[in-house]
């Protein structure tokens, strides 16, 4: 609504920042989502389409995210030729719950399965890649997903993700193991 619009301008004005307000109406063709995930999480689905042709790297974050840290020295992560960057899911800790997804995703031994909260994109590499338009085939596939689109996302981005230290995205079960953090992820 404008009268949010106006509230991030003066927002913006008061901090010396810029943020852009993106609208966005799903095409007519996007599924609802099951169980408790909200159809606003697919839009970070669509962030190709969103993405200025200009940009060189783009900075997802959820809405749950905390910056308790500079972010900054993030864009300059060496991101080796993969199309992103992201934290490994805290589920990587339980070695049955990430066998199972794997095998459930179809996705390699030992592959990883990274946490869709955060992520860093080089946004060349996205565009070449395709990756979202994948997600976006993936999700009108009508199959299921345990984790919603962060499943669709580890299918879309199978080996093509560069994991990042865990300090980008701390996850509520990990917050006490991780020093300096940089984001906080309340995702309980």
């Not at 389409?49 to 864009?75: C, H, Q, S, T, W």
């Not at 339980?94 to 066998?99: C, S």
């Not at 592959?111 to 890649?129: K, P, S």
């Amino acid at each position: 609504p404008e009268d949010q619009k106006s509230d991030v301008a003066t927002f913006n004005m008061a901090n010396g920042i810029n943020i852009d307000v993106v609208d966005f109406t799903f095409p007519t063709d996007t599924p609802e989502t099951a169980g408790r995930w909200h159809k606003s999480t697919l839009a970070r689905l669509y962030l190709d389409k969103l993405m200025d042709e200009n940009l060189e790297r783009v900075l997802y974050l959820d809405a749950d995210i905390l910056a308790v840290g500079n972010v900054d020295p993030l864009f300059d992560v060496d991101l080796n030729g993969k199309a992103i960057g992201a934290v490994d899911d805290y589920v990587v800790a339980f070695p049955d719950k990430i066998g199972q997804r794997e095998r459930e995703l179809g996705l390699d031994r030992g592959a990883g399965y990274f946490n869709a909260g955060v992520f860093l994109m080089d946004c060349a590499a996205v565009r070449a890649g395709d990756f979202f338009e994948t997600a976006r085939s993936l999700l009108r596939s009508g199959r299921s997903f345990a984790s919603n689109d962060q499943d669709i996302l580890n299918i879309a981005f199978h080996g093509t993700w560069q994991r990042l230290d865990n300090r980008w995205n701390v996850q509520t079960g990990t917050m006490r193991y991780i020093r300096n953090p940089a984001l906080l992820h309340f995702t309980g």
